[in-house]
């Protein structure tokens, strides 16, 4: 997120989490002096993605979901509606929504077969299309992928090294 911000100054970039603390560094380096590296247009929303605010609504050119675990990783993926529903909420028509995730057998999650991406896929497709999105991209991620999202949840989970990584890019549907 500080690197979005910190490569587009012209642009507001919200980092929301529903724990205080895991944001709780990122912000700390945001709010810095300019001329210590802070960074004005970095902002940070402590929701769950299940209810983000209605200030938010129709904002988000863009959303990213990196390396979910817990009950996002489960709403983005065999959703119930509330986590799909909060991020068609926020996104403008047009919108682009990515998502990298990193799954395995461990992650027993009803639908997914680590050994069969394709359904996977298909089968996140429609429950997109079910809340105004288009699968626009569905692909193993490349290591490339992986180190620009400077995540470091992606490090421990060895995406991309013990653990395969996809990235997923929706477009919010117009109208």
Do not use: C
């Amino acid at each position: 997120m500080l690197r979005t911000a910190r490569a587009e100054p012209g642009t507001l970039v919200l980092g929301v989490d529903a724990d205080a603390r895991g944001m709780a560094e990122a912000s700390s380096r945001a709010a810095r002096a300019l001329r210590r590296g802070g960074l004005p247009n970095a902002r940070f929303v402590v929701a769950a993605a299940e209810s983000l605010p209605a200030e938010l609504a129709g904002r988000a050119d863009r959303v990213t979901v990196h390396f979910p675990w817990g009950s996002l990783l489960r709403g983005v993926l065999v959703d119930d509606g509330t986590v799909l529903d909060g991020l068609a909420m926020i996104s403008k028509p047009g919108a682009l929504l990515t998502l990298l995730i990193s799954l395995d057998g461990r992650d027993r999650l009803p639908f997914v077969d680590p050994t069969d991406d394709s359904s996977a896929f298909t089968a996140l497709g429609q429950r997109y299309h079910d809340h105004g999105f288009e699968l626009a991209e569905a692909r193993h991620a490349t290591p490339a992928d992986i180190a620009a999202s400077g995540s470091s949840w992606a490090k421990r989970l060895g995406a991309g090294r013990t653990r395969r990584a996809s990235l997923l890019r929706f477009r919010k549907r117009l109208g």
